[in-house]
């Protein structure tokens, strides 16, 4: 047996005391029995298992690279049958390992988990059929620039299958699906499916009324919310910190993440849940009152930060997503794509412009020399437009795309979110494939300490 901490012990400490403990959001793949009855296989993502007179329901299924672990984690546990499978979303670590479930049944000669979920799970199904080599590329990109191993704990996190699609053949699509809420009734417990929209448009949160306890999924993940990805589809800010006010409402005692620790005792999920839903409700309402005013996108992002009494929390770390997407989801949310610039409805190719602007400096070392200057003041936003101006016009430039990895390792290390520094990191090696060098991680190791200091 380990000697990890319990994760309860741990989220008390952390939650009563405001001090960080990373890593919050550990991929273990061992069992803890939280409470009778009630156990969890931290992991990417977290299994939740409740024993019941007819077997086990389990909430979400880990990903396809964790879901065997999560499996034999649970057999360490109970030998019953899985009664159940919920799946709080269809994103693929909570999905992915679905497979290994059913295999599970198969090899115990078993019925088959009955896998239910939101209805819109199944149209995220066919999305990401439709989208497979996208998803399969930015997902290499969001993940690719951050060692896993720094937050997120030791095994691999490769969210979507080893085969050749995104969303792997084995996993299970749902049996039962339903739209407002959906009542589970299982060996003598029962369990409220609830609908909301937050991170995602097919998320469900369980309620256990008895027990007062919230399965969150992904309305919990003990960092700041993922409501702004860069990369990804529409998420719902005000409607997640919603989701988080109805549970308060219902009165919950305990609430368990699919990321993160779980949250135990009235008062401590008052303050996570209060917190979260705080923060999100204000980027809302600043996002607005600015766009209201007639502001731009630029002026937005720039005005609206989470305010300082809420930022330092350890649950609130912007260690995946962070406040500045969440303000352009909202942006989009409520206004669509176009930024407010005129010029940028109907743009002229980036590479012209970049042309024209070297042809007025008179040269593409002028805005290769500036853009150093500026990175070495740590101006990186600045000095990040001027060398993507430099490779921009003029892409066989061994000295510009030089610069550009120089500067956007520099940027990665400067930053916090697994999501800013994935894109970064991807530029820098971008970069670096067009004149066939590559950054050893140790190197690029020594590159981010350097920063830091
Ligand atoms: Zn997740």
């Known amino acids: 047996m380990s000697e990890t901490v319990d994760p ?42 409740v ?18 672990n999560v499996v ?21 670590d909570h999905v992915g390992g679905s497979g290994a479930f059913i295999e599970d049944a198969e090899a115990r000669s078993e019925k088959k988990p009955v896998v ?17 080599d996208w998803n399969t590329f930015i997902n290499k990109r969001q993940f690719g620039g951050i060692t896993p191993r720094a937050e997120v704990g030791t095994t691999r996190i490769g969210i979507g299958g080893f085969g050749s699609t995104f969303l792997p053949d084995s996993v299970a699509d749902p049996e039962i699906t339903y739209r407002d809420s959906y009542l589970l009734e299982v060996g003598g417990k029962s369990f409220e499916l609830n609908h909301g929209r937050g991170e995602t448009d097919d998320h469900t949160w369980v309620w256990d009324e008895e027990n007062k306890t919230v399965f969150a999924g992904d309305f919990v993940i003990w960092t700041f919310p993922n409501a702004g990805n860069p990369q990804k589809v529409q998420r719902y800010a005000l409607e997640w910190a919603q989701a988080l006010r109805d549970m308060l409402d219902r009165g919950a005692e305990k609430v368990y993440p699919a990321h993160g620790l779980p949250i135990v005792g009235r008062k401590r999920v008052e303050t996570v849940l209060g917190d979260m839903a705080e923060a999100l409700e204000y980027l809302t309402d600043s996002t607005l009152e600015l766009m209201n005013a007639g502001a731009r996108l630029d002026e937005i992002i720039h005005e609206v930060f989470v305010p ?3 930022s330092e929390k350890p649950w609130l770390a912007p260690l995946y997503d962070e406040p500045e997407f969440v303000v352009r989801n909202i942006y989009r949310l409520y206004g669509g794509w176009w930024d407010g610039d005129p010029s940028r409805l109907k743009p002229a190719p980036d590479s012209l412009l970049a042309k024209e602007m070297v042809s007025l400096l008179g040269s593409v070392e002028v805005l290769v020399d500036r853009a150093d200057e500026l990175a070495e003041k740590g101006e990186l936003r600045l000095a990040c437009h001027l060398v993507e101006m430099a490779v921009q016009s003029e892409p066989s430039h061994e000295g510009a795309q030089r610069a550009r990895a120089r500067i956007y390792w520099q940027r990665r290390s400067a930053e916090r979110s697994l999501m800013s520094k994935g894109i970064f990191a991807a530029a820098a090696r971008e970069s670096e494939a067009t004149y066939g060098e590559r950054t050893p991680r140790m190197k690029m190791r020594e590159a981010v300490r350097k920063s830091m200091q």
């Open 8 to 49: 309860v012990e741990l989220s008390n400490r952390i939650i009563d005391t405001g001090n960080p403990e990373p890593p919050h959001n550990r991929v273990l793949d061992e069992l803890v029995e939280v409470e009778d009855e009630v156990a969890v296989v931290e992991s990417f993502s977290h299994c939740w298992a």
């Open 51 to 68: 024993k019941t007179q007819e077997g086990l329901v389990c909430v979400d299924a880990s990903g396809a690279g964790s879901g065997e």
């Open 72 to 92: 034999e984690a649970l057999r360490g546990w109970s030998k019953d049958p899985i009664n159940s499978l919920v799946y709080t979303h269809g994103h693929l």
């Open 116 to 132: 239910i979920a939101h209805e819109a799970v199944l149209d995220r199904f066919d999305r990401y059929r439709l989208t497979s």
């Open 308 to 310: 300082d009494h809420l």
